[in-house]
């Protein structure tokens, strides 16, 4: 998987997280957060916190403790040991785009299909830069609404060998999600083994949302009861667009950012000491002229830049950045606030990285076309942010000997015994001249990508699977559908 | 004018900058390099420099000695004084596109001409995010080749009122535009009053290109010393291609940079000691397997991080970025690319910024609607690199107690106070939602583009400028023009 060895870019001084700090401690202890579940209300009041109807209000220092006793860094695995990840420190993790229930493919689009889910998770599995599936990738509508996590989490862990994320939907969802994971992962030594193992080094990370401001929905608890009690890793996440879910302060978006996030993680510890946790950050604006949601941004990319530091701050491994972008078509807009997105992420040193390949149109479309684009983005990052070797070979003054003043390197033997590796060797982008360009049919980013994805498609290969173990996981499909009336 | 007050991204360490500082010295003395010119061989060869034909070995400490003359940073006047710009220090200065032979205009590929030169002079006087027109915005290939220099400059100063760049293909151009811009900036006291201003603080800056490997061409030499005489601004700039121009490892093409540059530096401050200059940068790589350039790299993006320690190691104002593409048409790719060069260009803290505006195809068109995706990174570039003021009104709180958990801040009185400028508005970026995009057309970036350039074009407004002074330059470009025999 990729280390990020290049330097963070901070952009806080010691004095502004002071200031910083200063206010997520006043937001905790003076306004407090509200949860809507009675598990996280009697745990909270057992430690001691202030509750009052669904309010807490904290002690910002019980807090800092909580947070003190999640793991800096963790690994997870995936069936194939080749594809586990680490989670923290200079690890980055890549995962697809997440939740949108339409698709576009070329100049359509329309509603996204459990086939469409099956074709982007043969995507994920097909390319190495993303390090998974990611779980939502699409709302398969086609499947009925109860048992499609079912189907969801079937297809992750049969078409992909990768890690996935865990279903939030409700506590059963993600009790589900546990039971087909802990069947994928025992093999013959059978499901009981996989759940020890599971619980040993967790397999399933799972994103739970904040209603911003300052409050935690009941079904998003439950999912985060079921998943912590496992050992499972959770994401945190404060989900903010700035002018409707937080002030239109951006340094008032972070501090609430951080009383969301610490809180969703001070219960998490409470629930169980020592389970995997991630400071999650999804922050963008709205256009305050027509309230739509906006991606891309600067105000984003500067939140962003914040945010990683502020979880460094706490110790804590950072989730957020993507390929985000609110273009309806991978256009030029598309190209660069993907990239606006991307390359904060890479300077803020994420280490879980959701969103980053096919979102579309605000998140409400996976793009087929622009699934290539971002990938090919997530592969020019990867090689920018590789440090130079820089030595006194790296140099090549014996290459100038041979050359001369005004000469020609292509030919040289310094360069004929690097060529094939020495630079970045794109997916997508073209630089071919304008005739050759015009002979191939002088077709845009958009197009070449849709023959790319294509292709990948046809070539895509199922990673081996037990036979006895994708049967085991069919029937639990089967029987839990029954049950669920589906 | 812009001031980039966020830290600069610095990737060098200090060891890995002793490496570079012993690969050029060890060039420049060991190797040398040609200078097509025996006014330079002469000025080189009586400062104790070691010439050989063309070729000069030179004393590293010679050359950093010379380079301590230029000054840190500078001052370049515009006719106009409320759009003069500073050189150098934290400030970064904006022109468009230079150089290119062809347009594009939607679907239509075709010569460039002078109609089209004028149309992007104006678009760069029309927005402010714009320092500079630049020089040569693309070639005017249906105006007489001899006396294109003429025409050029004349629209550039008559379109705009911003500061311009000077015309380098000959020593006699170099003059005629040091003439016209002396007329433009004497007024009514005269020619030679234009003249003691500009030679006072400089007016013009002037792109003199290495020929890389380690060659500077007589051409590009004989417009050195006509603007370094004069006391006009000119940007050093090794041009490299990696693998073409230089060695494949991005080390060794560093250290020639550094050893071209500061050779060609030298030599300005050898023939007028404290002239302005700036370290100039162009560094991409080309496709090894093609041999085609290629923008918006990875190892461009490295490269120019790299090189703006360096020119700050020296002390020296720095050039280089733009929003370089290789990509034909204003697509994901133009998109992406533009801000693979753009983002490090602000990272590294850039000075001054050619090809910020329209550059297309490797530099062959100057693109319409790439113009305005570029104007648009380069605002969002602007707002990004604002740092945040952090202090305890900035958070908000009262914000968050008239709104409460789970509420919206969209009426809130914190909101309605500061909506209209809270954040970045976009001038291409559409976030509508689907119905609404579809409605209006479902038109993607660059389709708007054409819509927002014509737009411009239509509504653009000469800034004055005294009539005695235009006559006096047309009547100078009829006369020189005849002289030259076009």
């Known amino acids: 998987m990729f280390r990020n060895r290049m330097p963070h870019y901070e952009v806080l001084s010691a004095d502004a997280m002071a200031t910083l700090d200063k206010g997520w401690r006043r937001l905790v ?76 493919q070329g100049d359509v689009r329309r509603d996204a299909t459990m086939e469409d889910f099956r074709n982007f998770t043969k995507l994920a599995q097909s390319f190495p830069v993303l390090d998974s599936a990611g779980g939502v990738i699409c709302e398969p509508n086609d499947t009925p609404l109860d048992s499609r996590h079912l189907d969801m989490t079937y297809a992750l862990a049969t078409l992909t060998d990768k890690p996935f994320m865990g279903n939030v939907v409700s506590g059963p969802n993600a009790r589900d999600t546990i039971e087909l994971t802990s069947i994928l992962l025992g093999g013959s030594a059978g499901r009981e083994a996989g759940r020890a193992s ?16 300052l409050r935690w929905d009941d079904r998003m608890l439950d999912s985060l009861f079921e998943y912590a009690e496992a050992n499972q890793a959770v994401v945190l996440t404060p989900f903010i667009l700035m002018g409707a879910m937080s002030p239109v ?52 990319g500067m939140g962003l830049l914040c945010t990683g530091q502020i979880a460094r701050h706490f110790g804590l491994p950072f989730r957020s950045g993507g390929t985000l972008t609110s273009s309806q078509v991978p256009d030029a807009q598309a ?6 997105t991307l390359l904060p992420t890479f300077l803020a040193g994420t280490n879980w990285v959701m969103h980053s390949a096919g979102w579309l149109e605000g998140g409400l479309v996976a793009g087929y076309e622009k699934f290539i684009v971002d990938v090919e983005l997530l592969q020019m990052m990867r090689a920018e942010f590789t440090p130079l070797e820089i030595d006194e070979a790296s140099l090549a003054f014996g290459a100038h000997e041979e050359v001369g003043a005004g000469g020609h390197f292509l030919g040289a033997m310094h360069t004929m015994e690097r060529f094939r590796t020495c630079f970045y060797r794109p997916l997508l982008s073209s630089s071919d001249n ?22 990948r498609l046809e070539s895509y290969e199922q990673p081996p699977l037990d036979e006895a173990i994708r049967q085991e996981m069919e029937e639990f499909v089967v029987r839990r559908r029954k049950e669920l009336g589906d």
Chains 1, 2 share one sequence.
Not at 335 to 340: Q, R, S, T, W
């Open 29 to 104: 202890s003076e306004l407090g957060v509200e949860f809507m579940s009675q598990r996280a209300l009697d745990l909270l009041a057992a430690e001691g916190q202030k509750v009052e109807g669904d309010n807490v209000k904290f002690d910002p220092d019980w807090i800092l403790a909580q947070v003190a006793k999640a793991p800096r860094e963790f690994d997870l695995q995936a069936r194939n040991p080749e594809h586990s990840v680490h989670v923290g420190g200079d690890a980055m993790a890549f995962g697809a785009v997440y939740g949108p229930p339409f698709v576009r």
């Open 198 to 213: 599971m619980e040993q080094t967790p397999a399933l990370i799972s994103l739970i949302n904040c209603n911003s401001p």
């Open 249 to 300: 302060t951006i340094p008032a978006a972070l501090v609430q950012q951080i009383a969301e996030a610490l809180t969703g993680i001070a219960l998490a510890q409470t629930i169980r000491p020592g389970c995997p946790v991630v400071f999650g950050s999804f922050l963008s604006n709205i256009d305050m002229q027509s309230g739509s949601p906006t991606f891309g941004t600067p105000e984003s």
């Open 335 to 340: 190209g660069y606030e993907a990239l606006m």
């Open 434 to 455: 304008y005739e050759k360009w015009s002979r191939n049919g002088g077709l845009d980013a958009a197009a070449r990508a849709s023959k790319i994805y294509a292709d």
